[in-house]
């Protein structure tokens, strides 16, 4: 089970953008527990082998493989993890790029905390959103599979008894009359 924790990593390959953005944004207010920084993208998918950040701040232009090509790979491997570029060039293929990936924001460099924050602070709410519904569907899966099981063991004393209770059945069968010589033949 994924911890209740968020986490981020921040990717650029300046080394002033990544200790700027740690020490300018408040994370831990804005929610965000652990930040880890890299200068590359191959550093990046070193450390996805065994971590799935739930936020990736990334520079678009990087040495070797840029941001869309690492978020193309981090969507390829299923991680639903939310996407900030970050950029000091207004390239129209990137933004296309960006809009395919679904990123949250694209922010231009030099880049203001505040603009940051809130794009953070976004991500941040839209995660926990998900999270609770996650846990609702999952309690909802665990309910509705306790009660199969109790219908399942009703509907086989009733078999064993002879006894049939049409509303049961009905409510098993979508709707549909189950017929009791169908059910008892394949016993």
């Not at 996805?48 to 950040?53: D, G, S």
């Not at 996407?83 to 060039?89: C, G, L, Q, V």
């Not at 949250?104 to 030099?110: A, G, Q, S, V």
Request: hydrophobic content about 40%.
């Amino acid at each position: 089970m994924k911890s209740d924790k968020i986490t981020a990593i921040v990717l650029d390959d300046e080394i002033s953008v990544r200790k700027g953005l740690l020490r300018h944004i408040r994370w831990k207010q804005l929610g965000v527990d652990q930040v880890e920084t890299f200068e590359s993208a191959e550093q990046v998918i070193a450390y996805l082998k065994n971590h799935t950040p739930d936020i990736i701040i990334s520079d678009i232009r990087l040495p070797k493989m840029d941001g869309i090509q690492l978020v193309g790979y981090v969507r390829k491997k299923g991680m639903q993890c939310r996407i900030i570029f970050m950029s000091a060039y207004s390239d129209l293929e990137y933004f296309k790029g960006a809009i395919r990936l679904e990123v949250e924001d694209y922010i231009e460099k030099p880049v203001h905390p505040e603009r940051m924050e809130e794009t953070v602070r976004k991500a941040v709410e839209k995660i926990q959103r998900n999270r609770k519904q996650e846990a609702k569907v999952a309690l909802a899966a665990d309910i509705l599979n306790a009660y199969a099981d109790q219908m399942g063991e009703q509907v086989f004393k009733n078999l064993v008894h002879g006894v049939w209770e049409d509303e049961l059945m009905e409510s098993m069968g979508g709707g549909k009359t189950v017929s009791v010589k169908k059910m008892i033949s394949c016993v």
